[in-house]
T-cell receptor, first 111, second 114 residues
Framework: ELKVEQNPLFLSMQEGKNYTIYCNYSTTSDRLYWYRQDPGKSLESLFVLLSNGAVKQEGRLMASLDTKARLSTLHITAAVHDLSATYFCAVDMDSSYKLIFGSGTRLLVRP | NAGVTQTPKFRVLKTGQSMTLLCAQDMNHEYMYWYRQDPGMGLRLIHYSVGEGTTAKGEVPDGYNVSRLKKQNFLLGLESAAPSQTSVYFC?????????????FGPGTRLTVT
């Protein structure tokens, strides 16, 4: 059974600091997705990582994928309040069209 | 281009009542999904469809039924609602693009069963 674990589950950080969110998964997969969810809102796609070593960057966020370690990271650089949200990673189930989601990391950026 | 839309946005049901949630997408996507999201948890797949006229069970299908009579629509039914079905329901759609199946989500339906 494919399991996806994120850590930390909650992260409170100061503006201007850097931090990394980790996403570990239990079976072989080379496709991983990151989503953002604001409170009371839907999920918005952030990054699609489709191969080992893939790296994507958008603004202060950078995501990477290591399929051999079954690990993806979402790195936050010089955090700002607008990044406060819940971040989910999701992995293809059996390299198919079905995704298994992690529990999410709730990020709070304090002034 | 509205993307993925869901109807209704909010609903309150009494135990034992039935209802249908409607999901519509205008992106000509083959795949459609229904998820539920409970507080502090990720999304759990209820049912999904790989094309018009086909449906399949996901991780938590009990108490729900689905139908996909048209490619653009995916309906989720609750035949006899239970308090355990209080949740936020999200519909999503996807297609194979660039080697992946990026899913696009609707705005959600907040359902309370009393």
């Amino acid at each position: 059974e494919l399991k996806v674990e994120q850590n930390p589950l909650f992260l409170s950080m100061q503006e201007g600091k850097n931090y990394t969110i980790y996403c570990n998964y239990s079976t072989t997969s080379d496709r991983l997705y990151w989503y953002r969810q604001d409170p009371g809102k839907s999920l918005e796609s952030l990054f699609v990582l489709l191969s080992n070593g893939a790296v994507k960057q958008e603004g202060r966020l950078m995501a990477s994928l290591d399929t051999k370690a079954r690990l993806s990271t979402l790195h936050i650089t010089a955090a700002v309040h607008d990044l406060s949200a819940t971040y989910f990673c999701a992995v293809d189930m059996d390299s198919s069209y079905k995704l298994i989601f992690g529990s999410g990391t709730r990020l709070l950026v304090r002034p | 281009n509205a993307g993925v839309t869901q109807t209704p946005k909010f609903r309150v049901l009494k135990t034992g009542q039935s209802m249908t949630l409607l999901c519509a997408q205008d992106m000509n996507h083959e795949y459609m999904y229904w998820y539920r999201q409970d507080p502090g948890m990720g999304l759990r797949l209820i049912h999904y469809s790989v094309g018009e006229g086909t449906t399949a069970k996901g991780e938590v299908p009990d108490g729900y039924n689905v139908s996909r009579l048209k490619k653009q629509n995916f309906l989720l039914g609750l035949e006899s609602a239970a308090p355990s079905q209080t949740s936020v329901y999200f519909c999503a759609s996807s297609r194979l693009a660039g080697g992946g199946y990026e899913q696009y989500f609707g705005p959600g339906t907040r359902l309370t069963v009393t």
